[in-house]
């Protein structure tokens, strides 16, 4: 008899947005006659056309395998060198990060799960509360946790509390912790670190021998100018950090799909005898064993949002959802709520009405307002009295939903 991976058994039932999904399902089956008017600002998934110079190079990068002379079969499981060395070219140009210390993949929620492959067992995982449940979910699948308590917080973690009074960014703890999953800006509070605090993170790890996996993610929607988008703008950052970008929230390509990892050949773990390997050389193992790259077109198409169009056209797609978010902190603190994040980064956290759970607003928005939200507390027990609305949408949807969260909380 086969045996099972019995670390599946501890999850909680459902992954977060499935979960949103089945009970927004079910409401619009008991009332068919609201369908209609459901807009949905729960999952942050882009909305927006993809930029014409990006659908053009994607075309391009088709019409050149139509023809046998241009075709390509397998490419480099690293990714092609013209979208390492753009991304190099664009984003890490002055940090010291060269074109063969990034991989190309298919998407940050793979790469931030995946990573755990080349870590051992027993090592210590901090992880901030409230978190992206990917971060979560893969180390019970790991087997790097025990069960989940009442509260749904897993035995062995270490949960680093974000709250209003540390502005959701995560003190560096008292205890030691040997893996450390950074978010910024964060998803789901939309914070940000400042340099001071990435410097305090860095330093940390430095004096833990620690790895910090740092998820930008959301580094294009970054406005203030004194916020890093990357962490190897910290000095030191070299020897402890691994930073997870994407092209979703970007270039819109979380129907596309392409990311990247940026691991510096500096940064080491350690076997059980001490010797120190490079992470890089591990990576490369196993990227190079389970994966077989991103798509041709898919990556002309990445390398196009570094183009001088591209550019252009990306940065108007952020001013279009920073415009959108912009309005959902004015709706929602006109409504009376405490309202976080929503200045640098796509998301909107906004305080609970007195006396309403997470999941009370949810069933609330969805079955008086037609809008879907993200429960606070699906990011865990941090995020209970908080719930997150999503800037990706039309402009038209997110005035429709500033109108309704006023109507409905006035
Ligand atoms: C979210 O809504 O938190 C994101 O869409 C999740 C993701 O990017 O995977």
């Avoid at 092209?247 to 990311?259: E, I, L, P, Q, Y």
């Avoid at 609330?364 to 939200?373: C, P, S």
Wanted: hydrophobic share 40%; proline share 5%.
């Amino acid at each position: 008899m086969a045996t099972i991976n019995a670390n599946f058994l501890k999850l909680k039932a459902g992954y977060l947005f499935p979960e949103i999904g089945r009970r927004v399902k079910a409401y619009t089956e008991a009332n068919p006659d609201k369908a209609a008017r459901i807009i949905r600002c729960g999952i942050g998934d882009v909305t927006e056309a993809l930029p014409p110079a990006i659908v053009k190079a994607m075309h391009e990068g088709v019409d050149e395998l139509a023809h046998r002379e241009t075709f390509h079969g397998y490419g480099p499981e690293q990714g092609y060198e013209f979208l390492r060395q753009a991304i190099v070219d664009n984003q890490f140009a002055d940090l010291g990060i060269s074109a063969d210390e990034v991989f190309i993949s298919d998407g940050s929620k793979c790469d931030t799960g995946n990573i755990l492959d080349i870590f051992g067992k027993g090592n210590t995982i901090a992880i901030t509360d409230p978190v992206y449940p990917v971060y979560v979910d893969t180390n019970v699948m790991a087997g790097n946790t025990g069960d989940a308590d009442a509260k749904g917080a897993y035995e062995g973690l270490l949960y680093l509390p974000c709250n209003a009074e540390n502005g959701f960014v995560a003190d560096v703890p008292t205890e030691k912790a040997d893996l450390i999953y950074l978010c910024f800006p964060n998803n789901p509070t939309g914070s940000v670190a400042t340099r001071a605090q990435l410097e305090a993170w860095v330093a940390y790890a430095k004096a833990n021998d620690a790895i910090i996996l740092f998820d930008a993610a959301y580094e294009a929607f970054i406005q203030d100018p004194e916020i890093p988008h990357s962490i190897f703008e910290i000095e030191g950052a070299k020897d402890c950090c691994i930073e997870f970008r994407s092209f979703s929230k970007n270039g819109g390509f979380t129907g596309v799909r392409c990311a990247y990892v940026v691991i510096p050949k500096t940064v080491t773990g350690k076997t059980e005898t001490g010797e120190r390997i490079p992470l890089h050389q591990l990576w490369s193992r196993r990227h190079s064993t389970k994966f077989n790259g991103a798509s041709y077109p898919v990556q002309k198409a990445a390398a196009a949002v570094f183009s001088e169009e591209g550019k252009a056209q990306v940065n108007e797609l952020i001013e279009h959802y920073m415009g959108n978010a912009k309005l959902l902190i004015e709706a929602a603190t006109a409504a009376g709520l405490q309202v976080f994040g929503g200045k640098n980064a796509p998301y909107v956290w906004v305080g609970c009405p007195k006396g309403l759970s997470s999941w009370d607003m949810f069933d609330k928005m969805l079955q008086e307002a037609q809008v879907v939200i993200t429960p606070g507390s699906g990011f865990g027990s941090a995020g209970e009295g908080y719930f997150r609305i999503s800037a990706f949408n039309s402009r038209a949807n997110v005035e429709e939903v500033c109108n309704r969260l006023k109507a409905l909380i006035a």
